[in-house]
């Protein structure tokens, strides 16, 4: 079996669990890669157990690995896929962040947890994911131009809203009058959408949902549409620039710019093992039906 790793940081919170890791995976027979510049990280910081040890590395993915571990909150899942693209390599996140919808292993969990994986106790759930293009092309969004959680619009350098001619299909929607726009997919739906008043949507669904970010003209409400949609954006405002994030990444876009948003091509595998699910992290990371008259 072959592993990567991948981690952003090497803080007190992530020391315990990357170390526990490495450890037990050096008693498996298993070949084990760690990121390149997680792998100097680890290198600068760790304790000197730990620095006659030498990883194998990589910079880039391919088809001979079985599995990748992500070390950190959600959002090192949503950099670790720019690694696995389309490879179709399933994804386990140990989490050392805060809420952790993506990442939903916990630094007592490692051991079973891996366990289970060796052992091939677990689920695949396939995560549909938006791409996107712009007229003209943009050269920031050509390398990987998809998002796992959502892709969203927004003003840059002004205070003043814009507008967002927002079509379907080649339909007209509606021109939004807020600080952005949020499309999100049914992973993305515990992000940022859902802190700006979006639904949570389960993961099996075939939908997106459409979220204003503080909208001016307030009946402008989160619509749910199905991931068949062709989504046509026209910005405009104050300022010659806007912003458009792909998860953690920007570019800047000018506002003659179109942007075309759909369902990507491929989708990316999560493990889930078989003691968790989807509503058993609701309930765990929302405190759904918790009542401290209990």
Known sequence: ??????????????????????KILLKKPIEVYIENDFYTTIKEQQNRNFKTINFKTFEHLDNSYDLLISIGGDGTILRAITFVRDLEIPIIGINTGRLGFLATIQKNEIEN?????????????ERSLLSIKTEPENDDLLDFNVALNEIAVSRKNTTSMITIETSLNNEYLTSYWADGLIISTPTGSTGYSLSCGGPVIMPSADSFVLTPIAPHNLNARPLVIPDSTEIKLKVSGREDNYLVSLDSRIATLDNNSTVIIKKAVFKIKMIELENESFLHTLRKKLLWGEDKRN
């Open 113 to 125: 947890a891996l366990n289970d994986i060796l052992n091939g106790n677990y689920k695949i759930s």
């Open 1 to 22: 079996m072959k592993i990567a790793i991948f981690g952003q940081f090497y803080h007190e919170n992530s020391e315990t669990s990357i170390e526990t890791l490495l």
